[in-house]
């Protein structure tokens, strides 16, 4: 099983819809984590920290789930502006890697 | 301010040659990593340095090694070359060394080995 799993997509959504991505993680030490944004053949940019209470950034919600190992990013009224690729990122307790996922694509379509 | 400055961004390079890539830190910041991303994945970490130190090492063979220097700048180096090694090659600075730390990418180097 891997360290970090997300679902690759793509993700196709009209604008204006609300689209949801989880990611789960199999080390239950992991202690923080975050959603980065990547456009194609761009650098990684950090979009989002998640919070244990969850955290809101504008149209962008960002939730973590411990008991079930999974982090959640909702991103309301989709722009088109939101297509990318969304990794998430949790670093392992002790080691401090950071362990990415491969990336769940959105494409929001006009 | 600048941002995380690499070099070259782009690279071609032969089987069984060796690479240097070079990463500067945004200043201010104490801590940078590597990460190698394979087209279609997410960024797999290679190595992390703070204060000079090796403070992580991902599952890379031998071959990768790294440094950091006074200048809080930073090589990779990876000798004999596999075909495998064409990636994109990012280096991410932070202000620290952490569990908590955002990481800030460069624009990358592409490597492509024939």
């Known amino acids: 099983r891997k360290e970090v799993e997300q679902d690759p997509g793509p993700f196709n959504v009209p604008e204006g819809a609300t689209v949801a991505f989880n990611c789960t993680y199999s080390n239950s030490a992991s202690q923080s984590f975050f959603w980065y944004r990547q456009d194609c053949r761009k650098e990684p940019k950090l979009l989002m920290s998640v919070y244990s209470s969850g955290n809101e950034d504008g149209r962008f919600t960002a939730q973590l789930n411990r008991a079930s190992q999974y982090i959640s990013l909702l991103i309301r009224d989709s722009k088109l502006s939101d297509s990318a690729t969304y990794l998430c990122?949790?670093?392992?307790?002790?080691?401090?890697?950071?362990?990415f996922g491969t990336g769940t694509r959105l494409k929001v379509l006009a | 301010d600048a941002g995380v400055t690499q070099s070259p961004t782009h690279l071609i390079k032969t089987r069984g040659q060796h690479v240097t890539l070079r990463c500067s830190p945004i200043s201010g910041h104490k801590s940078v990593s590597w990460y190698q991303q394979v087209l279609g994945q997410g960024p797999q970490f290679i190595f992390q340095?703070?204060?000079?130190?090796?403070?992580g090492r991902g599952n890379f063979p031998d071959r990768f090694s790294a440094r950091q220097f006074p200048n809080y700048s930073s090589e990779l180096n990876v000798n004999a070359l596999l075909l495998g090694d064409s990636a994109l090659y990012l280096c991410a600075s932070s202000l620290s060394w952490g569990f908590s730390e955002k990481l800030f990418f460069g624009s990358g180097t592409q490597l492509s080995v024939l």
């Open positions: 990122v949790v670093i392992a307790s002790g080691t401090y890697k950071y362990i």
């Open positions: 340095y703070y204060e000079k130190e090796e403070r």
